[in-house]
């Protein structure tokens, strides 16, 4: 069974940081693409940063370009998400995916529960 636990979400003021963890087990992790995505209040869910099977090819949505860095870990399993310099317009579930494909939601087959993150003004 896959499993994706995102972990590391919380309230913080803006300026401030953090670091989402997501702990992938059930398949052969370094086989697949991870992203990060969220959802604010009454909106769609949204891309914030992929990341290739290798480590390679980072991409980010053009609003967290500079804050926000991705990475992952594939001895330990873990794709991690740097978030620094956080503004309000941040607050959302963060969610972590695993999939074959990148770049497009769709392309991505597994999901977390999601993690909150609420940056206060």
């Known amino acids: 069974q896959v499993r994706l636990v995102e972990s590391g979400g919380g309230v913080v003021q803006a300026g401030g940081s953090l670091r989402l963890s997501c702990a992938a087990s059930?398949?052969?992790?370094?086989?697949?693409?991870m992203g990060w995505f969220r959802q604010a209040p009454g909106k769609e869910r949204e891309v914030v940063a992929l990341?290739?099977?290798?480590?390679?090819?980072?991409a980010y949505v053009a609003s967290v370009k500079g804050r926000f860095t991705i990475s992952r870990d594939n001895a330990k399993n873990t794709v991690l998400l740097q978030m620094n310099d956080l503004k309000p317009d941040d607050t959302a579930v963060y969610y972590c995916?695993?999939?074959?494909?990148?770049?497009?939601?769709?392309?991505?087959?597994?999901w977390g529960q999601g993690t909150q993150v609420t940056v206060s003004s």
């Open positions: 995916a695993a999939g074959q494909g990148f770049g497009f939601e769709a392309a991505y087959k597994y």
């Open positions: 059930g398949l052969a992790f370094n086989t697949y693409n």
């Open positions: 990341i290739s099977r290798s480590g390679g090819s980072p």
